[in-house]
């Protein structure tokens, strides 16, 4: 993400400029807007003209607009967000407050304006505007017959491929046909990593399956870059890692990502800091349940007593329609920060984001056990 233009006043208000360049920037993008701002970008509108003659005739006609957001649809496979809402500034070929749907893309700028930028969209942009935080994990997990390609940047995991191959089974005398279908299943994983991963930018590939697949899989890939004369394979040997993985859907990356040796591997990524955090708040949660709490009500009480050591919260919180509950979670992340505590906000488009979501998206570790939360049984019932 590029930023252009910032320019708030010192009650927080104010309109920032920003260039989207690649699908990541199209999911902090979908984290920036809200109902209620203004939207101002490039768009294609259908308009109507009439002949001198009187004949009426449409052409699409490229012109710039701004509109009062109302609604907010984001494709996460196809990075695609498409934002609705009323026009609020006179434009010679759109009427003020007919409906316009504005699609977001890459590499053509948006102008946001807020009535108040509070400190995690600023965090988000400065986030979004740092090149060291792109995509630099790729895993490939799969079993025999099936593979998934997968992109593991700071906000989300992409699954750029999925490979489903008819492996025929071993039979006694017939061997052959298995053979020749597992060579073809290899050969479309290797495609697939050929197409989708930049080796310019990836630090790390990650493979991983169940048994000796991968360890198949690796050697045929190796004899195929020297033979086919692959050197961007060859000359990132290094950057593989085979790992054990139940099976080759995308939630077995969960299991990858938090093996101690990856965790390693992956030590300056922030996908592995939010791992390494969720397994922490599961082994305190086990060992000493008095310094690890989840729900609102219970982190709210923690945090009053300046309890918190690291806050783990879900950005699916920060987009809540309603005001006072987003306003809610800004305010007690913002005095968790205060406080000396550590934030760490989990991408819902994150496998270990999916995790704390199903955990009421909100949990904290704590500097000294809170027995009193413990025995608190009322906030079990959730806002």
Same mark, same amino acid.
């Given at each position: ?13 104010? !309109? ?25 970008? !490039?768009?294609?509108?259908? #308009? ?12 699409? #006609? ?56 509070? !400190?995690? %969209? ?15 994990? %790729?895993?490939? #997990? ?11 940047? !700071? &906000? ?20 052959? &046909? ?88 992956? &030590? ?36 009053? %007593? ?23 979670? #800004? ?31 909100? %949990? ?20």
């Amino acid at each position: 993400m590029k930023l252009g233009f910032r320019n708030l006043d010192k009650d927080g208000g104010g !309109s920032i400029t920003l260039t989207p360049e690649d699908p990541e920037d199209m999911w902090h993008a979908y984290n920036l807007v809200a109902e209620g701002d203004s939207l101002k970008a !490039s768009t294609i509108r259908k #308009v109507q003209t009439e002949s001198a003659t009187g004949s009426v005739g449409s052409n699409r #006609v490229r012109t710039v607009l701004t509109i009062q957001v109302e609604g907010i649809d984001f494709d996460h496979q196809a990075c695609v967000l498409r934002v609705k809402g009323r026009n609020i500034v006179e434009n010679q070929y759109v009427k003020m407050g007919a409906y316009h749907t504005l699609d977001l893309e890459s590499n053509r700028k948006f102008t946001l304006t807020k009535p108040h930028w509070d !400190s995690i %969209a600023l965090d988000r942009i400065e986030l979004a505007c740092d090149p060291t935080q792109h995509a630099d994990v %790729a895993a490939v #997990v799969m079993h025999e017959g099936l593979a998934h390609v997968c992109l593991v940047t !700071s &906000s989300m995991t992409m699954v750029r491929a999925k490979i489903d191959t008819h492996i025929p089974r071993k039979r006694k005398g017939m061997c052959g &046909s298995h053979e020749k279908g597992l060579q073809r299943f290899f050969d479309n994983v290797l495609q697939a990593i050929l197409r989708h991963i930049n080796f310019d930018v990836v630090k790390c590939v990650l493979l991983g399956s169940p048994g000796f697949v991968k360890d198949q899989f690796y050697e045929y890939m190796m004899q195929e870059a020297l033979k086919l004369d692959y050197k961007v394979l060859t000359e990132n040997k290094s950057k593989f890692v085979l790992v054990h993985s139940s099976n080759g859907f995308k939630n077995a990356l969960k299991e990858v990502l938090s093996d101690p040796f990856v965790t390693s591997k992956l &030590s300056d990524t922030k996908a592995a800091g939010e791992v390494k955090a969720l397994e922490a708040f599961y082994s305190i949660l086990q060992n000493e349940p008095s310094k690890a709490f989840y729900g609102i009500k219970h982190v709210e009480k923690a945090n009053e %007593a300046q309890a918190i050591e690291i806050i783990l919260i879900s950005d699916n919180l920060f987009r809540s329609k309603d005001f006072h509950a987003r306003r809610r979670y #800004v305010d007690l992340v913002d005095s968790v920060k205060e406080s000396g505590g550590e934030v760490k906000i989990f991408s819902s488009l994150h496998i270990s984001g999916e995790q704390l979501d199903q955990l009421t998206g909100v %949990a904290a570790i704590l500097r000294f056990p809170m027995p009193e939360l413990e025995e608190d049984t009322s906030s079990s019932d959730e806002d």
